[in-house]
Each structure stands twice: as structure tokens, then as C-alpha cells.
Antibody, heavy 118, light 106 residues
Framework: QVQLAESGGGVVQPGKSRTLSCAASGFNFKSFGMTWVRQAPGKGLEWLAYIWYDGSNKFYSNSVKGRFTVSRDNSEQTMSLHLDSLTGDDTAIYFC???????????WGQGTLVVVSS | DIQMTQSPSSLSASVGDRITITCRASHVLRNNLAWYQQKPGKAPKCLIS???RLQDGVPSRFSGGGSGTEFTLTISNLQSEDVADYYC?????????FGPGTKVDI
């Protein structure tokens, strides 16, 4: 069965960086686009970034473009999100999601919580 | 960029009621619109893809409709387990965007 497991969350100081990881299993990872979505406490879902199946194209929301970087390693079946210059507005649960290109996001991880605080 | 709105932002209904949530996009989406249900403390779950395609295992009381810029999620015969937040997602063009959500209570 499809499984997505995020890791790397925790408490981070403002202005610092953090890298989140997503370990995928149960499907042919290298054939699927992947995406990151976050949810601030008590708020709605926010789409952040998308990476093509082969990593050749990446897309970002305007709110994180230039600060966040998505990458993947198909040999390891992992996806990463590097978060830079963090502020309190980046405090959220970060979800790793399978996202077949042109189709709905279908499988979600359980999320990893990032808290930006001094 | 495509902007998404949802209405209402919240609603309260009774068991057995029929409710409809509307999602509007600032640009034509064709059918590149999905609906998600999120219960407290859980990851979202896809209910509807391609505007009207019911996902496997989703009860038939859920249905999606619409096209172009206006889409609907209807729950007929509302059940207590349907208490959740509901979001639409446009995956027509980047940057993708979710609607602000609708909170459904009994």
C-alpha cells in the first residue's frame, strides 16, 4: 500500500533553515509527481511546491518562492523540502502528497510539525 | 494566478439533510478540480476528482458537479461522521491553490 512518511519537523529559530524529508513506499515513486502542502494551526490548507516525476521541473507558491526548495532522489524514493529564512508564519504541519501530474492529489502523509520560535 | 473562493465558510445542518458547498475559481478550470475532507488531527482525504468522479470507497451520498469556474460538493443524507472541514483544490495551472475551506457541523 502507498505510504508517505514525513520527518524533520521540530522547533526552529526565526531566520534559520530546516530540511524536511518524505520517504515513499508502496508505489513506483519515480513515475509520480509529488507535492508539499502545509497547514498553519487552525488554518486552511496551503499548497507550497510541486516537483515532476523526474525532478526536471519544479513549481512554487508565491509565498515561498525563493525561500523553499523542493528536491527528490528517485533512487532512494525520497522527496525533500528545504525551508530557508523561517518566520513565525511558517509554523505549520507540512504534508508530503503524491500528485500525479494533471490529476488530483491522492495519497497524503500524516505530516510533520515545524514550529518557528525563539 | 487562479484565486479560489468557497461558500459558505461554515454551516450547521441536521442528520439527513442535503447540503451543498460551492467553490468558485477566477479562471476556467475545465474539470481540474478536486474536493477534500479533513477531520480534526487527520490528513485530508480526496473525495472527488475531476470535478465529479467519486473516489473509491467514498460513500455515494457525496457528489461533485459543475464546470468552468463554478463547482459544487453535495452531501445528501448528511451523517454525523461527515462533520469535517472541506476544501476544493484547483490543479489546472501552477500555482495550484486550495479554497479557504468550509466547516460542516451537525
Amino acid at each position: 500500500q502507498v505510504q508517505l512518511a514525513e520527518s524533520g519537523g521540530g522547533v526552529v529559530q526565526p531566520g534559520k533553515s530546516r530540511t524536511l524529508s518524505c520517504a515513499a513506499s508502496g508505489f513506483n515513486f519515480k513515475s509520480f509527481g509529488m507535492t508539499w502542502v502545509r497547514q498553519a494551526p487552525g488554518k486552511g490548507l496551503e499548497w507550497l511546491a510541486y516537483i515532476w516525476y523526474d525532478g526536471s521541473n519544479k513549481f512554487y507558491s508565491n509565498s515561498v518562492k525563493g525561500r523553499f526548495t523542493v528536491s527528490r532522489d528517485n533512487s532512494e524514493q525520497t522527496m525533500s523540502l528545504h525551508l530557508d529564512s523561517l518566520t513565525g508564519d511558517d509554523t505549520a504541519i507540512y504534508f508530503c502528497v503524491r500528485a500525479p501530474y494533471g490529476k488530483a492529489f491522492d495519497y497524503w502523509g500524516q505530516g510533520t510539525l515545524v514550529v518557528v520560535s525563539s | 494566478d487562479i484565486q479560489m473562493t468557497q461558500s459558505p465558510s461554515s454551516l450547521s445542518a441536521s442528520v439527513g439533510d442535503r447540503i451543498t458547498i460551492t467553490c468558485r475559481a477566477s479562471h476556467v478550470l475545465r474539470n481540474n478540480l478536486a474536493w477534500y475532507q479533513q477531520k480534526p488531527g487527520k490528513a485530508p482525504k480526496c473525495l472527488i476528482s475531476a470535478a465529479s468522479r467519486l473516489q473509491d470507497g467514498v460513500p455515494s451520498r457525496f457528489s461533485g458537479g459543475g464546470s468552468g469556474t463554478e463547482f459544487t460538493l453535495t452531501i445528501s443524507n448528511l451523517q454525523s461522521e461527515d462533520v469535517a472541514d472541506y476544501y476544493c483544490l484547483q490543479h489546472h495551472s501552477f500555482p495550484y491553490a486550495f479554497g479557504p475551506g468550509t466547516k460542516v457541523d451537525i
